[in-house]
């Protein structure tokens, strides 16, 4: 006697679909999950430089002036109880380095002040990414504001004045 089993399991068609609808559904996530992570390094990079810039400005009320001006990674003389020395010597979420630029500035309002610079040395971001970062913290304008990125995205200029 003869019985007649139905196989179980499933079919290589049913499977060809069921790849292809989550390879289409992983294809739709990257762009979300790929600005998610943009959202992250934008807040981290905003919290680094409100931070720091508020170093600096504490610093140079008490003192009188900002720090010299220091080499990448280098932590600017006397800063050393305003910043967590590893904070500034890290690898920024924007990738590269920090470094300090004081200089001296004028216009006809405040006529000379002096002003500093927070500068992100070798990012590792594209033009497009920090571009929407500038966007996101300032005024969406590369080239002017707080936040600038010069060339063509191997420099981050944040201004910090007294």
């Not at 007649?4 to 999950?33: D, Q």
């Not at 943009?38 to 170093?55: H, N, Q």
């Not at 003389?77 to 305003?82: D, I, K, N």
């Not at 969406?140 to 007294?162: A, H, K, Q, R, Y």
Request: glycine content about 12%; overall charge negative; cysteine-free.
């Amino acid at each position: 006697m003869r019985f007649n089993k139905k196989r179980r399991g499933f079919t290589l068609v049913e499977i060809m679909v069921v790849v292809t609808l989550i390879g289409f559904l992983a294809m739709l996530s990257v762009p979300v999950f790929k600005r998610i992570k943009l959202r992250a390094i934008s807040s981290a990079f905003t919290s680094d430089t409100r931070t720091f810039s508020e170093a600096f400005q504490r610093y140079a009320q008490e003192k009188g002036s900002f720090p010299a001006t220091v080499a990448a990674g280098v932590v600017p003389g006397g800063m050393e109880e305003y910043i967590d020395l590893n904070d500034w010597g890290k690898t920024t979420s924007l990738g590269g380095n920090f470094r300090w630029v004081s200089a001296q500035a004028s216009d006809a309002q405040r006529g000379n002040y002096e002003t500093g610079m927070i500068q992100v040395v070798g990012p590792t971001l594209s033009l497009e990414e920090m571009g929407l970062i500038d966007t996101w913290t300032d005024d969406g304008d590369v080239s002017d504001g707080n936040l600038i990125i010069t060339g063509g995205g191997s420099l981050v200029v944040f201004n910090v004045e007294i």
